[in-house]
């Protein structure tokens, strides 16, 4: 049960990632749900990946995110010539001292903004691996740990643009969302051009929360509660990806634990402190997606892997709730008896983040 203080520290949540989604909206126009995610994705304790066609605000996005966070920020272009030691860091023989000291690369900070990472050398983005699963780096055999919060945001132009490397499967599987912004209205581009035509909104964008309010506020999601029938919920959704026929690589069980806790994080932006197989429906593109290979008939009869996991959501059964003392059933199983029983919730593609269905109700 939710005690007193875990409710008022998911309020303050709710108000925290307020003013954080307005100050990145300030900078990025009409683009809503992008923001939304972007929350999420820092507030699950996860790494977000921005792939989308040039100019379209990818770094923007990257830089307003951690601008209204008053934390430390490091940007890293990725380049050919980039060397894994620029990302981790290096020992250097002091002559005055007789050792060797070590020099923190860029990875020591709380928000790393990774620009273009696909124009970078496999062998560099391989530094990335240790540091952002498991939140630290190994130099000449000792381990240094890296702040917290901690979120890498990177950002990839496609993969059949000239001059890239494709992520490597266990890259992708190490972000937890990833995000294409696509292209804005022509009422949202002409705002764009009345607010960006003079100066940069980055210039005058200032820290709306601390890093160690971010950290309260993970605190906070690690206490929503998941109820047996969702983690099911979950598992079922990354388990068909895995026996699918247009897919030859599934999703790992690092996505499924990737998925409850961005589902945990959706809930409690929305204020709830629970969370709804309607929060698992609504991020399993995002988080799913990147992850999964197509067949090559799949690719040959245009069948992307973000079909293939609404197809999924929408043949999955979503577990309903049941009468007190009687376990939550499918919805395609029969319900049991009840004076009072509620109506099941019908299938629905996936919708906004952390929005409520109306015929949902807590598990």
Do not use: W
Request: aromatic residues 4%; negative net charge; proline residues 10%.
């Amino acid at each position: 049960m939710t005690t007193y203080d875990e409710r008022a520290s998911l309020s303050d949540l709710t108000t925290t990632a307020d003013r954080v989604r307005q100050s990145v909206e300030g900078v990025i126009e009409g683009k809503p749900e992008v923001v939304r995610l972007s929350l999420t994705v820092l507030l699950a304790e996860g790494h977000l990946l921005i792939e989308d066609v040039p100019g379209v605000g990818k770094t923007m996005l990257a830089k307003a995110l951690a601008r209204s966070i008053d934390c430390s920020v490091r940007r890293i272009q990725f380049t050919p010539d980039l060397l894994p030691s620029d990302i981790t860091g290096v020992s250097i023989f002091d002559q005055q001292r007789k050792e060797f000291e070590f020099k923190p690369g860029a990875i020591f900070a709380q928000i790393v903004i990774g620009d273009e990472i696909n124009r970078a050398s496999p062998k560099t983005q391989s530094a990335l691996l240790e540091s952002m699963e498991e939140r630290q780096v190994t130099i000449d055999g000792e381990s240094y740990e890296l702040p917290s919060p901690f979120m890498v945001v990177a950002t990839q132009n496609p993969v059949e643009m000239e001059g890239t490397y494709p992520l490597p499967e266990a890259q992708r599987d190490r972000f937890m969302a990833r995000v294409s912004i696509g292209y804005p209205s022509p009422q949202a581009e002409l705002e764009m051009l009345d607010i960006h035509g003079g100066v940069s909104p980055l210039d005058d964008l200032q820290p709306v929360a601390h890093a160690h309010d971010i950290v309260k506020l993970v605190e906070a999601v690690r206490s929503v509660h998941v109820a047996e029938p969702v983690r099911r919920y979950a598992v079922d959704l990354v388990s068909s990806t895995r026996n699918h026929p247009d897919l030859r690589l599934g999703a790992s069980p690092r996505a499924t634990l990737h998925l409850l806790r961005a589902a945990k994080a959706a809930a409690a932006l929305a204020g709830r402190d629970y969370a709804l197989p309607d929060d698992v429906q609504a991020l399993s593109v995002p988080v799913l997606a990147h992850r999964l290979l197509p067949t090559a008939q799949a690719q040959l009869n245009r069948r992307t892997s973000e079909q293939v996991v609404t197809e999924i959501v929408q043949r999955t059964a979503v577990p309903t709730a049941a009468p007190r003392g009687v376990g939550a059933v499918p919805q395609s199983g029969p319900v049991p008896p009840s004076s009072g029983p509620m109506p099941p919730v019908p299938p629905m593609p996936p919708t906004g983040y952390g929005q409520q269905h109306p015929g949902a109700r807590r598990l």
